[in-house]
């Protein structure tokens, strides 16, 4: 049996910083939780919100009605995305395009579990308040675009270190761009166009997408050229000066024309049309061997990675989330490959060469498999087997891919990416928590046979690997595949994956986005879960099969597929399947089409008797009903 990348750093072996640091976020958040899912704080937060704007196209009057007392009301306020639909937790606030007017409303402090914000293309007025990272302190994306927002931008937004987007484009707003901002390691879109800033503006990481655009003061790379800054002329010295010149001379000249030709190389390295300058950073680097974990690979050095993906052009980007960016790699024998970039590690040389080593020895049929890896100075690359035909999600949901997929690969497809999380969760010694799963971490090989990604990167991600570091990072996952109890708990949890693995179902049966439902009507606000859910409990699950799977003659097998989604889906976790149970259930609905067992593993369980009778059962019936 093949050992497997997992472990948790024990918190004696943190300083004692790091160890203050995270048990406060850890009691934070407990202390948000409170002992009920009710939270009126947040109550509080959007009440303060409605009555500090002005609403003249009454579009909070109407909706946001606070006399309703029951569970979660709120989150069917217009605007409002909550972490479970029964908690009034606030996680989304999206009031973009309402005509609302006032200034930034202050009360978004006691929505302490604020993770977007979006009041854009409205007339609000005045300043950012200088506090803005007290008052949303783990906010992820803030977007303030489109309004009349002013003064200079409060350098305390640079202490928002888990901002991933920053649109403050469209305003006001005057003085420099804090330096700060540059320092935010999270951050992939940063905009202040259509402003009236001045002075230089911070260096970004290639790999971020910004926009200085219609801001006449600014300068920097990839704009005008920085003016140093001499305080006053002084006639005498431009008399010395002068006088130097004349009497150098072609030195003179020659001088100038040498730092003139500098000045010229310098914006031209600055341009990054491509966006891999990080990439001509390395050049000097090309004849670094990549480790290889099977002989059949032809040796390879980084020259050689760079060749075939063209130097990391994003002509060649075929994937990019929380842990990097995908390469389609082309060598000049035909043969393919992945190369996945990836984001700041937080770990040594020495502890990532180690984690390789692990990582190379793991090896099952539905996992990706790594074939090798290169450390380039601060980058660090992977290499994997080439998956021709992308990530699940794109299959299903770009263009008319997933409405011409047939019922039989979805099973197949669903049972491949089951047996994998099974062999995660249960084979494994000690387990492995994938803690990402969605659509976008299952690849399909050319067979459309599911291989599973990103396995085994958490742990390289995070700076210490404890049920903290998801939230750490800043994010709890894709939103639409969260399980909700980790607004409250933090804690990353099998019955969490199999929450998310059940969203992916949904998606397989149904052909939606987890974050918004096409068939659904206009009133309906809220995910892929939610909207099963509510016609599962009014018997019209009918409505949510993809249209190209009716009449087909495998609605019942369709059905029963719901039914072990829905049971992945159950708000209590304890009342979840394990993922081997999901596993062999799905096996029992497919088991007429004799998809290959190759490979199959003897799972060691954990659970029951009691948990393997009902198990059995539940087998029996499914094959019973076929």
């Not at 704007?53 to 009057?61: G, I």
């Not at 009041?119 to 009349?148: F, K, Q």
């Not at 050229?225 to 130097?244: E, L, M, Q, T």
């Amino acid at each position: 049996m093949s050992s497997c990348l997992i472990g948790v750093i024990s918190q004696m072996g943190l300083r004692q910083r790091e160890y203050s640091f995270y048990l406060g976020i850890y009691l934070v958040f407990l202390l948000m939780s409170g002992l009920s899912y009710g939270n009126e704080d947040d109550v509080a937060c959007l009440r303060s919100i409605k009555e500090s704007l002005q609403d003249p196209n009454n579009v909070l009057n109407s909706t946001w009605n606070f006399s309703n007392t029951t569970q979660g009301f709120i989150c069917s306020f217009t605007g409002i995305d909550c972490w479970a639909p029964n908690e009034d937790r606030v996680l989304n606030i999206r009031l973009s395009g309402m005509g609302l007017r006032g200034s930034f409303p202050l009360g978004i402090y006691n929505c302490s579990s604020l993770q977007h914000l979006d009041l854009s293309s409205n007339e609000l007025h005045g300043v950012i308040p200088a506090n803005v990272s007290a008052i949303m302190p783990y906010v992820t994306s803030l977007v303030l675009s489109s309004n009349r927002f002013s003064g200079e931008i409060p350098a305390n937004l640079a202490n928002c270190s888990y901002l991933n987007v920053l649109q403050l484009d469209h305003n006001r707003f005057s003085g420099q761009i804090p330096p700060g901002f540059g320092q935010l390691s999270r951050l992939k879109r940063f905009t202040v166009a259509n402003n009236l800033l001045v002075g230089p503006v911070p260096y970004f990481n290639s790999t971020i997408d910004v926009d200085f655009s219609d801001n006449s003061g600014l300068c920097g790379p990839s704009l005008s050229p920085c003016k140093s800054s001499s305080g006053k002329s002084n006639p005498r010295v431009i008399i010395a000066v002068a006088v130097s010149v004349v009497s150098v001379g072609a030195v003179g000249v020659g001088l100038a024309m040498f730092f003139y030709a500098r000045r010229v190389a310098a914006k031209k390295k600055e341009e990054d049309p491509e966006k891999n300058k990080w990439a001509r950073s390395i050049k000097g680097t090309k004849k670094i061997k990549v480790s290889l974990f099977e002989d059949s690979i032809s040796k390879m050095r980084l020259s050689d990675l760079m060749k075939a993906t063209d130097n990391f052009s994003k002509q060649n980007i075929i994937g990019e989330g929380r842990m990097g960016t995908i390469y389609k790699a082309k060598f000049e024998d035909g043969s393919l490959y992945m190369v996945k970039r990836l984001q700041d590690t937080q770990r040594s040389v020495e502890e990532f060469m180690s984690e390789m080593a692990t990582l190379g020895s793991v090896k099952h049929r539905d996992l990706v498999p790594l074939l090798g890896f290169c450390v380039a100075g601060k980058e660090k690359l992977l290499v994997y087997k080439y998956m021709k035909n992308g990530t699940l999600y794109d299959k299903l949901h770009q263009g008319e891919n997933g409405h011409s997929m047939e019922w039989t690969t979805r099973l197949k497809i669903a049972i491949g990416a089951a047996r994998a999380f099974a062999w995660l969760h249960h084979n494994c010694n000690p387990r492995i928590i994938h803690r990402n799963i969605s659509s976008k971490c299952i690849l399909l090989d050319a067979d459309l046979d599911p291989k599973i990604s990103d396995f085994g990167l958490a742990r390289l991600m995070n700076p210490i690997d404890t049920h903290l570091s998801t939230f750490v990072n800043g994010e709890f996952g894709d939103i639409g595949y969260v399980a909700p109890e980790y607004s409250r708990t933090l804690v990353a949890t099998p019955k969490g994956d199999v929450y998310s693995f059940g969203t992916v179902l949904l998606e397989l049966v149904t052909g939606e986005r987890p974050t918004e439902v096409s068939k659904a009507p206009e009133s309906f606000k809220g995910n892929l879960v939610d909207w099963v859910v509510e016609l599962s409990n009014n018997n019209n699950l009918k409505h949510a099969v993809d249209k190209s799977l009716v009449g087909k003659g495998v609605d019942h097998e369709i059905f029963q597929f719901f039914k072990i989604a829905r049971n992945c889906i159950t708000l209590n976790p304890k009342e979840r399947p394990s993922m081997f149970e999901v596993y062999q259930l799905l096996r029992a609905v497919g088991e007429r089409y004799h998809f290959s067992n190759d490979g199959e593993i003897m799972l060691q369980m954990d659970v029951g008797d009691d948990d393997l009778r009902e198990l059995i059962v539940a087998q029996e019936e499914a094959k019973s009903d076929q």
